[in-house]
Nanobody, 115 residues
Framework: VQLQASGGGLVQAGESLKLSCEVS????????LGWYRQAPGKRREEVAW???????IYADSVKGRFSVSVDYAKNTLYLQINSLAFEDTAVYYC??????????WGQGTLVTVSS
């Protein structure tokens, strides 16, 4: 299974961006699909994820600005980011966890927010 993240880029503070993550296999039986990010010099952190029950969960730092969604027909995970701030600058990774298997990671897409 491979994950391909895309949609990053250079944006101005306050603008919006939508990231995509295409999964090469069916995601209908995935336990968890999620987005993580790693800012320069910082640890990778969880941002938003969707459980197998379709529940969306967000880190406190992004609640109200980030929205995660899934298109099961396209095997694609999305992350809508609104009101981007400088501190959102990071490499964003998508990850998929199938039952009984190690988490699989995408290669990351860079989001740079200029103030």
């Amino acid at each position: 299974v491979q994950l391909q993240a895309s949609g990053g880029g250079l944006v101005q503070a306050g603008e919006s961006l939508k990231l995509s993550c295409e999964v090469s296999a069916s995601i209908s039986d995935i336990n968890v699909l999620g987005w993580y990010r790693q800012a320069p010099g910082k640890r990778r952190e969880e941002v938003a994820w969707i459980t197998s029950q379709g529940r969306a969960i967000y880190a406190d730092s992004v609640k109200g600005r980030f929205s995660v969604s899934v298109d099961y027909a396209k095997n694609t995970l999305y992350l809508q980011i609104n009101s981007l701030a400088f501190e959102d600058t990071a490499v964003y990774y998508c990850a998929a966890t199938y039952s009984g298997q190690p988490t699989k990671w995408g290669q990351g897409t860079l989001v740079t927010v200029s103030s």
